[in-house]
C-alpha cells in the first residue's frame, strides 16, 4: 500500500469518531492527500506542518502524518535537512533519533565533508557523542577533504582565542572536538592527538561556518534598486501610489535571473503588498510572478514559500495557475482553518473584564492582534473605532488584543482613547493558539462563532466592512 493510501485509510478510522471530530478529520486527509501530490521534499515539510497543526488538540491524527512523513523521507539525507529534522525532533524526539540514525546509516563509512557537518550539527542528544567521534575519526585522515571542489570555513571563539579554519579538515575536527569536549570530555580525551595544533582550554562556539567555492561567473544584475524601492512602499501617501509601485516592483522582479535573489525579492514584495487595499491588479500580478518564480526555481524551494503564496492567493481571493505544492499548502492552510472553528479564546479586557467567543454569540465579532510598537497595527486602528462606533448597536464586538505589558499599553491608550474592547495576551498564548506569526491579523466570527473571514494584514475600513459583511453584519 502506498503513503498516501495507507494514511487516507488511517483517516478513515479516525474519522468514525464523534462528529466534532469528522469536520477536522476531513481536512486532514484532503490535506494528506495534497500533500501526496506535492514533491516528496515539499510533501515531508507539509506533512511536518499538519502535524504541528494538530499536536496539542488532535495527537492521533498527529501520528498519522508523523508516519506518512516518515515513510516518505527513509534514508533520505536530501530531504530531511536540518530544520527539518530540528521540526521532526520537536514533535517526536524518538522519531526524530531513528530518522537521522536511518539517514546516517546511508553514509560512507568515512562520510564525505558536506555529510560529515550534518552529523556534527544535527545529531540529537541521544547520538551526539557517537556522530562526534565518527567525524572526528573521518576527519583525523591527514589528506581529508583535500579533493573536494569546496572548502568549508569557519570562525570559532575557544575561551579568549578566535580562530579561523581555511579548509574542511580542521573546521570538522574543531565542531565535533569541542563538541564532544564539552559533552563527553573523557571520550575527549582518546583524540587528544588530533588537536595537537590547538589549544582547547575554555567553552567554544562556532559563531560561522561556510563553503569557500571558486568564483561563480557574473550573474548579469537585474533592474537596478529594486530593494531600495520596495523599502518606499510604506512611505508612499496612497494605496493607488503604493500600488502603482507594487506593480513596478513585479514587473522588475520579473525581469531578475531565476534564483534565490528572485525568490527572496518577491517573497519581500508579498510581505509588504498587503498593507492596506492596493487592489485586485497588483496583488493579482504579484500572486502570478511569485507562483511563476516557484516554478522556475523547483530544487531548493521550501514549504514556507508555498505557504507564503497560499496565504496571499487564500485571503486576498485570487487566482493562480494549477500547481500541486501550492494546492497541498492552501489545503494546509484549510486545515488549520477548520481547527481554529473550534479553539476559541478568552481575554482579558484593560478593564478586567473577561470575554469569550461562547459568551460572545449572537455578536459579529472582529479579533484584532496588534501591538503598540507596529505601524501599520496603529495605522488601522481609527478605522477599526470608526466602525465600532458605527455598529457597535447592531451587534459588533471589535477586540484588539496585545501580548505587551500592561503599562507599555495603558500608555499609549492615554494618547489613542479608543472606545472597542483592548484586551491582554499575556505570553501571546492566545495568539499563538490562533498561529499568528505577523501583526496586526484579524479575524472575523459570525453570529453563531464560526470563523467566516480573516485578514492577514492591515485593513482599510472598506476592507474591514466586506468582511463584516461576510459574517452577516447588515
Known sequence: MTVFRWALAAFVVVGTAP????????????????????????ALQFRLRAAGTLRERYP????IFLDAARQNSRGSRDWMTGSTLQTLTGLSPSDGLSVFREVA????????PSDALWLALE????????????????????????????????????????????????????????????????????????????????????????FKRAPAPAVPPGPAGISERMGTIRKLPTDADRARLVVELVRDIAAVPPGVRKLNLISNLANLATE??????????????????????????????????????????????????????QALLALRDELLQEIGFTLTGMDGKTFSLV????????????????????KEMPDMEKL???????????????????????????KNPYTFTVALDPGGKVQSAFGVDGIPKSFIFDREGRLAAQAMDMRTESQFLKLLKIAGLE
Open 19 to 42: 462528529a466534532a471530530e469528522s469536520l477536522i478529520a476531513q481536512a486532514a486527509a484532503q490535506a494528506e492527500q495534497k500533500a501526496a501530490q506535492a514533491p516528496p521534499p515539499l
Open 60 to 63: 492521533d491524527l498527529m501520528r
Open 105 to 112: 546509516a546511508t553514509f560512507a563509512d568515512s562520510p564525505d
Open 123 to 210: 545529531a540529537p542528544p541521544e547520538a551526539a557523542a557517537a556522530s562526534y567521534e565518527r567525524v572526528i575519526r573521518a576527519a583525523s585522515a591527514p589528506d581529508y577533504g583535500k579533493g573536494s571542489k569546496s572548502q568549508m570555513i569557519a570562525d570559532f571563539q575557544i575561551g579568549s582565542a578566535a580562530i579561523h579554519t581555511d579548509n574542511s579538515r580542521d573546521t570538522l575536527l574543531l565542531l565535533a572536538g569541542t563538541r564532544l569536549r564539552t559533552l563527553a570530555p573523557a571520550r575527549f580525551e582518546q583524540f587528544n592527538g588530533a588537536f595537537a595544533k590547538w589549544t582547547i582550554d575554555g567553552p567554544a562556539v562556532l559563531k560561522d561556518v561556510s
Open 276 to 329: 492596506g487595499d492596493l487592489g485586485k491588479p497588483a496583488l493579482g500580478a504579484l500572486a502570478s510572478t511569485f507562483a511563476a518564480t516557484l516554478r522556475e526555481k523547483e530544487s531548493g524551494t521550501s514549504g514556507d514559500d508555498y505557504v507564503r503564496l497560499a496565504t496571499l492567493v487564500r485571503y486576498e481571493h485570487l487566482e493562480v495557475p494549477y500547481d500541486p505544492a501550492l494546492d497541498a499548502a
Open 359 to 378: 459568551a460572545l454569540k449572537g455578536r459579529v465579532v472582529l479579533l484584532n492582534f496588534w501591538a503598540t510598537w507596529c505601524p501599520p497595527c496603529r
Open 388 to 414: 465600532y462606533r458605527i455598529y457597535e448597536k447592531k451587534g459588533l464586538t471589535v477586540i484588539a488584543a496585545s501580548d505587551e505589558a500592561r503599562p507599555i499599553v495603558e500608555q499609549f491608550l492615554a
